[in-house]
Structure formats: C-alpha cells, structure tokens
C-alpha cells in the first residue's frame, strides 16, 4: 500500500472514493487545498470525502545506508567513539569533583579545628581573668588580695539580697506616693536658677545623694567634685584614677568609676577601698537595693559586684559584648545592662544567668528602672526616643518621643515621673497608673548630658558638658 503521490508507504493513509486511490493524508490534503480535485482522475474532490484506512502504524524501512554489512560497521564504530568519549568526559568530571569534595572536607576539618582551639583559648583566657588578684586597700581591706569569683554569691551576700527583696517587693506597688511629693502642676513651673561656673570640663557624670543636699560630679580630668545645691559649690574634691565615667552614691559613701577600669570607693574625703577588677575601662556603675553592694559594667564584656562591708569583689559575670551602661532592680534580684550590639541583658543576680534580653536600635547609652519595679526605660545611643520595657511581658510597651538626642534618663522615687537630659533640654514625663497614659508635664531648654531628681523631687539638677550646674525649681 503506497501512496500515490509520494510513492511511498503512508503514515496516515486515506483512500479517494473517486479514483479508489491511496494517498499520505497531508499530501492529499495540500493538493485538493490548492487544486480542489483527485490527483489521479481529475474529478472534484474535497477533504470531507477523504475516507480514513485503519491500518497498523507503518514503520519505515532502513534507509539504505543500513542495508550492508560494511555500512552497520561503520554506524557501530561511531557509536563506539561516541560512548568512548562520553566515558572518558565522565571519568574526568568524576575525578574533578572528587579532588574539590577532598579540598573541602579538609578546609571544613580545619575550619572546626581553629574553632575548637580559640574556644579554649577564650575559656582559658576568661579562667585567667577571673583568677586576677584585685588589690583594694582600705580601712576594711587592709591591704589583702581578692579573688574575683564568678561562681555565684557568698551564703552571706546572697541572704542580704533574698532578705532585701522579700521585704522591698511585698508593699512596693501598694507603696502611696510619699507625703509632699512633687505634683505634675508643681513640676511644670520649674524654671532653671542661676547656674554655677564651669567646675569639671568634660563632666558626664553626676549622683545626687539621698538627702538632696549634695551632688557628685565627675570630668574628663580625673577631678571629682561634691558639689552643695544649698551652698552652690563645691565643697570636697576627690581624684579618680582617670577621666570619670560613673559616679554614685551608696549612704555617705562616693563611689567613682574612671576610663581606666578603677572602681573607687570615697567616705569623708578618703579613699577606702580601690578595685580593678575590669580589664579595659569601666563604663557605668549602680547601687543595689541594699545600699552596700555596688555593680559595675566595664568594657571587658563583665559586670562585677562589690561588698562595700567588706570592701571586696563579690563576682564576676562576663557576657557577649562589651557593656555601656547598669542598673539594679528596685527588688534587687536583677541587673539590667546595656551593651554596644543594642542588647538589654538582664541577668538575675543571685545566678548571674540571664533572664531576659531586649534588643534595641544601637549601643545602649542609659537604662533607670521604675520604682514600682515593673518597666525599664532604656535610650540608645543618639536616638531621641526613650523606650519603656514591661518586665512581666517582657514587651516594650511604650515609645515616649522627645525630639532631640537623649544622654541620661532618671525615674523618681514615686516612679511617676520620667526625666530626660540632653544637648537640647530637658524633659520630664508623667505616668498615670490609674489612666495607664503619659503626658509631659515639662519641656526646659537647660543643655544637660546628666540630669537627677533633688529631695522630694521638688527640684531637678542638671549637670552640662562644661561640668556646670543648674537647678530646675518651682517659681
């Protein structure tokens, strides 16, 4: 069965019920498109009278160049070639992948075994550090050599802390804001008084004690003053070690930080007790809630903690980055720091774990505690915004927008009011437990990079970089 046009067997036939003629289907089809009748007989012919011919699919003969032996042979020897090639190409690929797989295994293996040896090495390093002998000499020293601990508080120290927390955290919600208290209408007519000369250029530290009566300044020279708000001088100079970073009041006692990594410790104008617990400077220090144990965050990566009875190193608890800024629980079961990657660490005192974690937008520059022991405010660095932490959800639950750069914040006493220091101003705002809302109460233009409540938060005191005072009262 051939087709009549082509001669060939077709692959789909159909037969012309005018000439009885087999034709290839396409074939057909094309000459009645262009000619309208039937190849053989010349009649009129359209592809509806096609008829279609069930047949088994042809298959086509071997063309001719098959049809010998010498022809199969030289197909088979192509073919040979090719898969000889093929084989060959694959061997190379194989031997390429597995030299690169080899190369990679041994930089992985070397990689692990870097990794391995400088993890001992910081653990070493950090077993050294913590084995440092600390001198501090004073009237409760003498002389002796500290170990720093960092395997937990002493029986001693750690029942100071439980018996200070369990009697702090049973009334301090309920706790009705003391009588003469500052008021939010009161607050809002504080004006700035005349403000005193330069004392300490570069100051960036201030501490006003529990009184009110005096405040501690500190300035890039090493200088420390204690400053009288009554008398409008300087009434006492201390020496730091070196340019001042933290300085705080723990009772009579002034307790000073320096650039240099020494934690100083002042009473009656002496020195009592010297620490260097901390390898490079010590960046901010904070009283616990007992008011005879210090914590201090230092550019090491470590916080330490002093017992100023004893006037020794309590412990030392490293973290993951270096830390700027502290600050203790009104409990004292916690400790907030700040580091430069923008994290909050808080780590519970007792274990020194820590607790939670918070993240922020850049280098921590300041964190205060509410006194209700509830929020955490915290300020990065450059930012113009204060973040307000809800310790319970461990969500922050507010942003409170000040519209220039924040160095310092400082929460009262009664924990209502909020105060904010910067190259700008200063600012305070006001929380309302019962509406659970904020307003500001005060805007003042007074420059402050460190600013502290007076007695009864009847007053602000405000320190600027020239290492000047200016008090903010009622008018």
Known sequence: MLCAISGEAPQVPVVSPKSGSV?????IEAYITENGKDPVNGEELSTDDLIDVKSQRVVRPRPPTLTSIPSLLSVFQEEWDALALEAYTLRQTLAQTRQELSSALYQHDAAVRVIARLTQERDEARDALSKVTVGARGAGAAGEAMQVDATGLPEAVLARVESTQA???KTRRKRPVPEGWATSEAISTYKPTESSQPLYPGSKALSVNSSGELALIGGADGAVG??????????QTLQAAGPVTGAAWAGEKAIVASSTGSV?????????AK???HAGAAT???VHATGDIVVSVGADKSYVLYDLTTNSVITQIFSDSSLLSVQTHPDG?????????GQIKVFDIKSGAVAASFAMSGPVKSLFFSENGVFLAAVADSSTTVSIWDLRNAQESKVLETGSAIESINWDYSGQFLLTAGPSGVTVHQYSKGSKSWSEPLRSAVPAVAAAWGSSAQSIVALNGEGGVTELTAQ
Do not use: M, P, T
């Open 275 to 277: 620490f260097s617990s």
């Open 333 to 341: 079961h916690l400790i907030a720091a700040g580091g430069v990657d």
């Open 226 to 235: 204690v400053y009288s708000l009554a008398q409008k001088q300087v009434v």
């Open 23 to 27: 034709f290839e289907k396409r074939l």
């Open 167 to 169: 009697a702090l955290s």
């Open 264 to 272: 100083q410790v002042f009473e009656n104008g002496a020195e009592v």
């Open 284 to 286: 901010a220090l904070a």
